[in-house]
């Protein structure tokens, strides 16, 4: 019988190292990495300071500062780069945060190949909160720049702000309040304000509980319980939503001081001028005087005297009527002309006092 090859021992065993800080040995595990680093070389880019001793050097440090600064410092030691953007979105996402999570979403493909020296170049290190919402804002659409600025001017401030709200849910919010605030003597109210930002929050929460509906219907065995239970709270926060709106004559359906033709385009742009935009004057001198609007005033001008068929003495009344209009706008021509030259004179000696 021909003998038959001896079985090799295939299995690795996992590499053990030992920790810099706390001096134990542990499997690589235990260890977090730090891919696109330079300097853990020898160590396949794992970092020799265990997981334990980095989650209670950002414990400490978050208690002697605060918790973006130790995440920096941790960043530091781990030689990953720092974001503030990705830190607010993680502490947004999950009501809590760790390194652990942190470094997860390093590993997404943009992140690759920096280190810690990309935060020192590119300002993340001193990077504020605020700094960081602008940076997610101007990602928005102008549509949204324009509803968030427009609800902040008849606010007086920024609703949502400091709500614990994601980017996602501060630009749906802004959207939905706009609508709103464009109601018939909202902005004159203070109240109507306070009111239609409750109907804001409510909406967003319905709309989070549309969420968490259709991720239990979607589920392989969907619980009716709390189906019930989340739909009998949407329907609460609508009928919240109703009384709102019918208590402050907010909707359409409620409003008793509506009037017929207020949503025409004359009548939003008699409002807007009102209002004091200057972007939406014309140069009606321009317009008026224009050939085409001559044209039309030559047909039109035609036609009124096809339909009325004057007769001799009609025609004199007329003649005359225009005889004496013209004369007086010749004399307020006059005086007006002079009056400007008179101006003009003024505005030249006094540029010459300042000189």
């Known amino acids: 019988m021909p003998r038959k090859a001896a079985k090799l021992n295939t299995k690795k065993e996992t590499p053990r190292y030992v920790c810099q800080c706390c001096g134990e040995e ?10 696109w680093s330079k300097v853990w070389n020898i160590t396949d880019h794992k970092v020799l300071f265990c997981k334990d001793c980095i989650q209670k050097l950002f414990d400490e440090f978050k208690n002697r500062f605060d918790e973006f600064t130790a995440l920096k410092i941790c960043c530091h030691y781990l030689d990953v780069p720092v974001y503030r953007e990705m830190y607010d979105s993680i ?12 470094l997860r979403q390093m ?16 300002g993340e290190l001193g990077k504020t909160e605020d700094e960081a919402k602008e940076e997610r804002e101007a990602k928005w659409s102008r549509a949204d720049k324009q509803n968030m600025n427009y609800c902040i001017s008849v606010c007086g401030y920024d609703p949502f702000e400091n709500c614990g709200m994601t980017d ?10 706009a609508g709103y605030c464009d109601s018939q003597g909202v902005s004159e109210d203070g109240h109507k304000v306070q009111s239609v930002i409750q109907i804001t929050n409510s909406q967003l929460q319905c709309r989070k509980i549309d969420e968490f509906i259709n991720a239990e219907l979607m589920s392989q065995s969907p619980d009716e319980s709390r189906i019930k239970n989340l739909s009998t709270t949407k329907k609460q926060l609508l009928d919240a939503i109703a009384k709102i709106a019918q208590d402050n004559n907010i909707s359409s359906a409620y ?9 025409t385009l004359s009548s939003k742009m008699k409002e807007i001028a009102d209002n004091g935009f200057e972007s939406i004057y014309v140069n009606c001198f321009d317009i008026e005087t224009c050939e ?27 003649v005359k009527e225009q005889r004496d209009m ?30």
Do not use: W
């Not at 502490?91 to 942190?102: I, S």
């Not at 996602?168 to 309040?177: A, E, V």
């Open 255 to 263: 409003n008793q001081n509506s009037s017929r033709g207020a949503n």
């Open 26 to 35: 542990k499997v690589e595990s235990n260890f977090f990495s730090s891919k």
């Open 91 to 102: 502490v947004q996402n999950n009501n809590f945060f760790n390194v652990g999570l942190y």
């Open 168 to 177: 996602l849910d501060r630009k749906y919010c802004f959207n939905i309040l």
């Open 292 to 318: 085409a609007m001559e044209q039309i005033a030559r047909i039109s001008n035609r036609a009124i005297m096809d339909e009325l068929n004057l007769d001799g003495s009609d025609y004199s009344d007329m």
């Open 326 to 355: 013209i004369t007086n706008l010749d004399a307020k021509y006059k005086a007006l002309e002079e009056e400007n030259r008179v101006l003009k004179n003024r505005i030249i000696d006094l540029e010459a006092k300042k000189k």
């Open 107 to 122: 590993n997404l493909g943009q992140f690759q190949y920096k280190g810690f020296e990309v935060s020192m170049v590119n």
